[in-house]
Every structure is written in C-alpha cells, then in structure tokens.
C-alpha cells in the first residue's frame, strides 16, 4: 500500500493531467501553438508531474507498472533546464498520446489505495 506521501503525489500527477485536459479541451494543435497562455499553463502541469512522478521514486513502477518512468523523469529534466528546446508538437503529442494513460494509472493506483485504507479501518 503506498504511503501518504505516495497518495498526495499520485493526487498532483492526476490534478495537473486533469488540468491540462480542460485548458486543451476541443484544442487542435494549431490552436494550442498560438495560445501562449495555454502552452505555457500545460508546460508548467507537465512539470508538476514529472516532479511527482521523481518524488515517488521506486513506487512510481510498484503502483503504475509499464510506464517509461526513465523518459517521464528525463523529460522533467528538459521541462526545468533546457525548456528552450521543447517543441509544441511534441508537447501536444505528449498531452494527446501519453498523458491519458498515465493519469488513468494514477487514478487507478490512488483509488486501490483508498480502498485498502477503508478496509483496514474498523
């Protein structure tokens, strides 16, 4: 069972993935490369994940196995330190492509969690 710590991480990964589904909802790549503000809002909830996904540590592959947990991190790293080289394309890719599954992982993971805490509660 993961530890709280591990619960609050999975919340932010799910939060921001659900954040970032409302700002590009109905978007077409076109759109989001000209939104500046919506680029910019989805760059940072990537980052918040990646972040959580790096504070789970180990448990990110115990709770939400088959996930490239290296690229998620590494892609983290380019997020912070070489945010210049990103392209819109594959951030919207990102967004389209990889992120759903990743936030229904997470959902599923917290949600088994929850549950084994209420089953252990008299």
Same mark, same amino acid.
């Given at each position: 069972?993961?530890?709280?710590?591990?619960?609050?991480?999975?919340?932010? *990964?799910?939060?921001?993935?659900?954040?970032?589904?409302?700002?590009?909802?109905?978007?077409?790549?076109?759109?989001?490369?000209?939104?500046?503000?919506?680029?910019?809002?989805?760059?940072?909830?990537?980052? %918040? *994940?990646? &972040?959580?996904? *790096?504070?789970?540590?180990?448990?990110?592959?115990?709770?939400?196995?088959?996930?490239?947990?290296? %690229?998620?991190?590494?892609?983290?790293? %380019?997020? %912070?330190?070489?945010?210049?080289?990103? &392209?819109?394309?594959?951030?919207?890719? *990102?967004?389209?492509?990889?992120?759903?599954?990743?936030?229904?992982?997470?959902?599923?993971?917290?949600?088994?969690?929850? &549950?084994?805490?209420?089953?252990?509660?008299?």
């Amino acid at each position: 069972m993961p530890s709280s710590k591990a619960e609050r991480y999975l919340r932010h *990964i799910i939060e921001s993935a659900q954040a970032i589904f409302h700002y590009t909802e109905g978007m077409e790549f076109a759109q989001f490369e000209e939104d500046r503000k919506t680029y910019d809002a989805v760059e940072r909830c990537l980052q %918040r *994940i990646t &972040e959580a996904v *790096i504070r789970l540590g180990d448990q990110a592959e115990e709770l939400m196995p088959g996930q490239p947990w290296q %690229r998620i991190r590494g892609f983290g790293n %380019r997020l %912070r330190h070489n945010y210049d080289s990103i &392209e819109e394309d594959r951030l919207f890719e *990102i967004v389209r492509n990889d992120l759903p599954a990743l936030c229904a992982q997470a959902q599923a993971a917290l949600e088994k969690s929850l &549950e084994g805490e209420n089953r252990e509660q008299p």
